[in-house]
């Protein structure tokens, strides 16, 4: 089995995309995106009424552990988002009062099975951004399940993410590489200073990459 190269995490319209497509340009990574199966529209039913959250986190959980499987055949992916972060989600669905205890406890026992046979990326990169910039992006994308979802949702989900370091250093227990990264600048991708910065911070972990020119539209 190979080893997922980078994940980049952080919490919805924060700019992981944005950083992934990146460093796939810059660095030669391949992409494997953030996917969601859900021909039943569990996220969308989620959105409206709670109590679709516990089969949509089970939807997505088994979805990105797949994939975490998928990337994991070779030596050059990058994740949008993986089975680390999803934990987050279960967490705070259960403070909130959308899970029950046994559904929780289904849960927890799936995440940690599934969890036995993962292997650490050699890099997480952790996206944070301000929470007014990011329920600006939501609605300036304008999906109307998000911004359906309410302002007092996504300051939990906000909320949920702030100890996301220390969460996975406890999941994984032993050496892993961070790197946080503030985007809350929405000039950050056209200024070549502060990519070229960022870049070069990820590149001492792959000392074997060159930093490739930007593509010219």
């Known amino acids: 089995m190979g080893q997922i190269q980078i994940i980049v995490e952080g919490m919805t319209a924060s700019g992981k995309s944005t950083i992934v497509n990146l460093l796939s340009e810059r660095l030669g990574f391949d992409v494997m ?8 529209d569990l996220l969308g039913r989620f ?23 998928c990337a994991s055949e070779g030596d050059n992916y ?13 967490m705070l669905y259960y403070r909130s009062g959308y899970f029950m205890d046994s559904q929780l406890g289904c849960y927890l026992t799936l995440y940690d099975s599934l969890l036995r046979d993962v292997k650490q990326p050699k890099l997480f990169v952790l996206v944070r951004c301000e929470f007014n ?7 300036d994308r304008g999906r109307q399940d998000e ?34 990264l503030e985007l809350s600048d929405p000039k950050f ?7 070229d910065s960022f870049l070069g911070d990820v590149a001492r972990y792959f000392p074997e990459r060159r930093i490739l020119p930007p593509h010219e539209d």
């Open 47 to 69: 959105h409206h009424n709670r109590k679709w959250a516990f089969p949509m986190q089970l939807n997505f959980l088994v979805t990105r552990f797949a994939q975490y499987l």
């Open 78 to 90: 990058i994740l949008d988002r993986s089975v680390f972060g999803d934990k987050v989600y279960a």
């Open 189 to 195: 991708i056209d200024t070549p200073s502060m990519t």
């Open 147 to 180: 911004i359906d979802a309410g302002v007092e949702y996504w300051k939990s989900l906000y909320d949920a993410y702030m100890p996301f370091l220390d969460f996975v250093k406890s999941e994984l227990k032993g050496d892993i590489n961070f790197l946080e």
């Open 133 to 139: 910039e990011i329920i600006r992006r939501i609605h």
């Open 33 to 40: 995106p953030e996917e969601f199966r859900d021909p039943l």
